[in-house]
């Protein structure tokens, strides 16, 4: 615990357990508030929204065995996602290691794949110096997770002489003269330059340069999931998300684009649909901290492994002249824009959570879970910050949303946190609300019931012939009376005319509150781009009838 | 196509398993292997991995980057000889020998 204060932490997220008693010992002496969640998965899921929100490594305790399997899905959306959270966890005795004693599992094979490092400890004097590395490790660079298991019988020794070793991440510079040059020509020499904008400007902290590059250049900018709010989604030269359920006008801008400048940003299967025909007349610049990236899936034109925020800054391509295709663009965000007039008394989602965007203030937290709400929530909700919208982009974990938001409130308290999610993905950690309650976190919940899995039935019906398979939770709970069950308070609403009554009662309750909103089990999330189709294949689809 | 990795890594917990597992994870058939001992017992290893891509044309220069990001290697060379690792870096091409280093671990000070 002295070596986690000596980091600076000062709240971890755990689950306690036999071999990781020693630290739970520890842990009531010590500062740090530690978070009991009711699943390590919640503590692995909370400890990324903390990590998120708060620009800080998120630490996650748990026990061997059980304690460490549980942990995986939240160690491999880190991973996916690029979030600096240290897991510790025990493992049973070094001397019963590789014996199949009780509660031990191969933790340290088991994440191998997922982490961006793992150490067991071997000494109790190497306690402070693994945590300090790990946390260096989790945070420089391209952030990411690292896992310490950490034996019993090392974990209960006393430590004689501690070597703390500091660490300090060495700030990023700028690329080369000479490669920011070759930026500045290659954006001067094209007449229709796209800025495609991914997670990665956010770990740089590069969103006010990005937002800087573009109001010098007018050089319009669409976004991935996760590079939502790195630049306001109400700039006007922002089009929106593209990729399978992007907006359709920043689809056509990438297809049209004869320079692609990719910022933190990989080129993601969801992205790009058939790699192929992904942007097929552009150019591109691909600027990211991780070399490994260059050239992965795309061809690349120009590599720039330096410093996002400093590239965007020291570049200077103007005076440029893209007036035209700035009016192409301007033309198809209007032409394309989504209505939110579905007819019928029911509710339409997606009406309900721009409305619920624009009350909740501009810099409200949104977290979701995995599936159509996730998607609605990305097309039609806004974002000045990306800390405003986490969501489990790269692994698309169900159970991501309450979890995470539970740290994003923690590491926020006075913002207002949303959890946007659904009926299949609130049962994935639904026990999660007794941590609400615990500790009153005043987060905000909205579960959109569709009595059914909805992305998975979407797909069925478009390329499975409509055989639905598997998707139909018509025998949910009543959510409403479980949520009141934990000590939650909740209410639930079925008619369009009662949306803007729920939003205001949602925003204004002063605690854990959960909505519960009845939606039509048709609606599908739309443009959709079929699996490994080109993104100029946009299947559109108007609003369904809600009942 | 075949290709010969050259792979310095440390002594740290399970480095060679780390290093052939991501080789097979990224799409790499493993078809050699050779990781001599070391003279000093705290000296790094140098393995020399023959590879063949299981999936048709994965750049061998990708492949050869996520391997040095890992924090166990001190550098990568890529190419059809199986000549020891070299201590200049130079720009990554496919089909050529390479030599990679990871840039690491820079600001460390001992309190």
């Known amino acids: 615990m002295r070596a986690l204060e000596r980091e600076g932490v000062d709240m971890i997220f755990g689950y306690p357990g036999g071999a990781i008693m020693p630290v739970y010992d520890a842990l009531t002496g010590s500062p740090i508030t530690h978070i009991l969640t009711r699943h390590e998965q919640g503590a692995a899921f909370a400890a990324e929204g903390y990590a998120r929100v708060s620009g800080r490594v998120g630490v996650c305790l748990a026990t061997s065995g059980p304690g460490l399997t549980n942990l995986v899905t939240g160690i491999a959306d880190a991973y996916a996602d690029s979030i600096p959270v240290v897991y510790i966890a025990g493992q049973v005795a070094a001397p019963f290691m590789g014996t199949d004693a009780f509660q031990e599992v191969d933790g340290f094979g088991i994440t191998m794949p997922i982490v961006k490092h793992s150490f067991i400890i071997r000494s109790t004097e190497e306690i402070p110096d693994v945590i300090s590395e790990a946390m260096y490790i989790a945070a420089s660079g391209r952030p990411g997770p690292v896992v310490i298991e950490l034996p019993k019988d090392i974990g209960a020794s006393a430590i004689t002489e501690a070597v703390f070793v500091n660490r300090k991440i060495e700030e990023r510079t700028a690329d080369t003269r000479a490669v920011l040059a070759a930026a500045e020509e290659m954006i001067r020499d094209a007449e229709k330059p796209l800025l495609y904008v991914g997670g990665g400007v956010a770990i740089a902290d590069a969103c006010n340069e990005l937002t800087s590059f573009v109001d010098r250049t007018g050089i319009p900018a669409v976004a991935t999931l996760k590079g939502l709010g790195c630049i306001p989604t109400d700039h006007p030269s922002f089009i929106g998300m593209l990729g399978m359920h992007g907006l359709k006008a920043a689809n056509m801008a990438v297809q049209e684009s004869d320079l692609l400048i990719a910022l933190g940003a990989r080129f993601d299967d969801r992205v790009t649909g058939n790699l192929a025909s992904f942007a097929p007349h552009a150019r591109v610049i691909h600027m990211d901290v991780d070399p490994a990236e260059m050239g992965k899936l795309r061809a690349v034109d120009l590599s720039m492994t330096g410093d996002i925020g400093r590239n965007l800054t020291a570049m200077n391509p103007t005076p440029i002249d893209i007036s035209t295709w700035q009016d192409w663009i301007a033309e198809n965000k209007t032409a394309y824009a989504p209505r939110y007039d579905a007819p019928g008394e029911g509710i339409y989602a997606p009406a309900l959570l721009n409305k619920l965007s624009h009350d909740a203030g501009r810099d409200a937290i949104f977290t979701c879970d995995v599936g159509q709400h996730q998607m609605w929530v990305a097309q039609h909700c806004r974002f000045t910050r990306p800390e405003g919208h986490l969501t489990s982009g790269g692994l698309g974990a169900m159970g991501f949303g309450m979890p995470a938001g539970i740290g994003a409130k923690l590491a926020a308290p006075d913002d207002t946190v949303i959890t946007v999610t659904g009926d299949g993905s609130i049962m994935m950690n639904i026990q999660e609300l007794a941590t609400l309650n615990r500790y009153g976190i005043k987060l905000k919940i909205v579960l959109l019931d569709n009595s059914c899995l909805g992305m998975v039935r979407q797909w069925q019906t478009i390329f499975f012939d409509g055989n639905h398979s598997e998707v139909d939770l018509s025998d949910n709970p009543d959510f409403a009376a479980v949520a009141k069950a934990f000590g939650i308070e909740s209410f639930a609403i079925s008619r369009a005319d009662e949306v803007q009554d729920g939003i205001n009662r949602l925003l204004t309750t002063d605690g854990p509150v959960l909505m519960h909103v009845k939606i039509n089990p048709q609606e599908n999330v739309w443009p959709l781009v079929a699996p490994g189709a080109s993104i100029s294949d946009m299947m559109e689809e108007v609003p369904c009838q809600t009942p | ?111």
């Open chain 2, 1 to 111: 196509m075949s290709n010969t990795l050259s792979i310095k890594i440390d002594r740290s917990e399970r480095s060679i398993i780390r290093v052939l597992s991501i080789i097979e994870r990224r799409g790499f058939e493993i078809s050699s292997l050779d990781c001599p001992k070391e003279a000093a017992a705290d000296a790094p290893r140098v393995m020399r991995v023959g590879i063949d891509s299981r999936y048709g044309e994965r750049a061998i220069s990708t492949l050869a980057r996520q391997i040095t990001r890992l924090q166990n290697v001190q550098g990568v060379e890529t190419g059809p000889s199986r000549a020891m690792p070299q201590p200049e870096a130079h720009a990554v091409q496919d089909n050529e020998t390479m030599m990679m280093t990871p840039p690491r671990m820079a600001g460390v000070s001992v309190a």
